[in-house]
């Protein structure tokens, strides 16, 4: 089972950038799908944004044209780029996979990189 880190949240100004980093103790070329997820203090966690292994790519939409991810099978991590961005994105950022288009995300979470965008 590949386990997760996720680094580079942090204090951030609205308007300002952050890129996260999620990288994996084993190979990540196999993995079909990538994501990020974030939970807000009080709320539900929610996916942010995905990544196939052929490169597509999926946001929600309130982060469409602001985030960017991107994977580096590589070095077997994954990025979020975060642009613009705005005190409601302040959350705990989580990364996770699955290993299939049509199977379960890992029942396993890392703690997560705490995002927190205040002036």
């Known amino acids: 089972q590949v386990q997760l880190v996720e680094s580079g949240g942090g204090l951030v100004q609205p308007g300002g950038s952050l890129r996260l980093s999620c990288a994996a103790s084993g190979s990540i070329s196999r993995v079909y799908r990538m994501g990020w997820y974030r939970q807000a203090p009080g709320k539900q966690r929610e996916l942010v944004a995905t990544?196939?292994?052929?490169?597509?790519?999926n946001y929600r939409d309130s982060v469409k044209g602001r985030f960017t991810i991107s994977r580096d099978n590589a070095k077997n991590t994954v990025y979020l780029q975060m642009n613009s961005l705005k005190t409601e994105d302040t959350a705990v950022y989580y990364c996770?996979?699955?290993?299939?288009?049509?199977?379960?995300?890992?029942?396993?979470w890392g703690q997560g990189t705490q995002v927190t965008v205040s002036s």
């Open positions: 990544i196939t292994s052929g490169g597509s790519t």
């Open positions: 996770n996979y699955q290993m299939s288009a049509w199977g379960p995300w890992n029942a396993s």
